[in-house]
T-cell receptor
Framework: DTAVSQTPKYLVTQMGNDKSIKCEQN?????MYWYKQDSKKFLKIMFS???????INETVPNRFSPKSPDKAHLNLHINSLELGDSAVYFC????????????FGPGTRLTVL | GNSVTQMEGPVTLSEEAFLTINCTYT??????LFWYVQYPGEGLQLLLK?????DKGSNKGFEATYRKETTSFHLEKGSVQVSDSAVYFC?????????FGAGTILRVKS
């Protein structure tokens, strides 16, 4: 029974396309996150939602838009994909908005050609 | 600013060797500190944490002690196994954000 799940696992697409990545958690947590991991394994926070409210919004191009329909789901939509968007995107969740003890999904590897 | 510095990898060890992965941090105040582990093809998992100075976090034979005087949180294990091969991330909690180090690849050979 997967705690934090993401779909799809792999995503290969052309420059300029629009794509979405979905995340769901069944832990009953209030807070969810999106991270980007680059090719050197460096991991950086992008966004966080607490009970459907945006609480962290790092310096990310506005082509990236998170959406949280309810506290168990956090989706990431990316417009006009660029080569530099190629990375692994991780969703995570935590009990509350303090950011302590985060549970990560398996990641979505996005490749932009 | 707040940052985490880890020793560069990869670290290659033989099975049953002693492991140390160094981690130092720069932060305002006294943040909580974490080690996360990422096995091949998987997401990160919390390995251990410490919330205040002199706390020792431990799990699965791994240990790390929060050293305020040296701003360090080094990860140690007395005897590594092949199954410990993974990427290890040191992190601090600043406000409600986790700030990660660059990760250290550990390879354990049988």
């Amino acid at each position: 029974d997967t705690a934090v799940s993401q779909t799809p696992k792999y995503l290969v697409t052309q420059m300029g396309n629009d794509k979405s990545i979905k995340c769901e958690q069944n832990l009953g947590h209030d807070t969810m996150y999106w991270y980007k991991q680059d090719s050197k394994k460096f991991l950086k926070i992008m966004f966080s939602y607490n009970n459907k409210e945006l609480i962290i919004n790092e310096t990310v191009p506005n082509r990236f838009s998170p959406k949280s329909p309810d506290k168990a789901h956090l989706n990431l939509h990316i417009n006009s994909l660029e080569l530099g968007d190629s990375a692994v995107y991780f969703c995570a969740s935590s009990q509350d908005g303090r950011g302590d003890e985060q549970f990560f999904g398996p990641g979505t590897r996005l490749t932009v050609l | 600013g707040n940052s985490v510095t880890q020793m560069e990898g990869p670290v290659t060890l033989s099975e049953e060797a002693f492991l140390t992965i160094n981690c130092t941090y720069t932060a305002t105040g006294y943040p909580s500190l974490f080690w996360y582990v990422q096995y091949p093809g998987e997401g990160l998992q919390l390995l251990l944490k410490a919330t205040k100075a002199d706390d020792k976090g431990s799990n699965k034979g791994f240990e790390a002690t929060y050293r305020k005087e040296t701003t360090s949180f080094h990860l140690e294990k007395g005897s590594v196994q092949v199954s410990d091969s993974a990427v290890y991330f040191c992190a601090l909690l600043y406000g409600n954000k986790l700030v990660f180090g660059a990760g250290t690849i550990l390879r354990v050979k049988s």
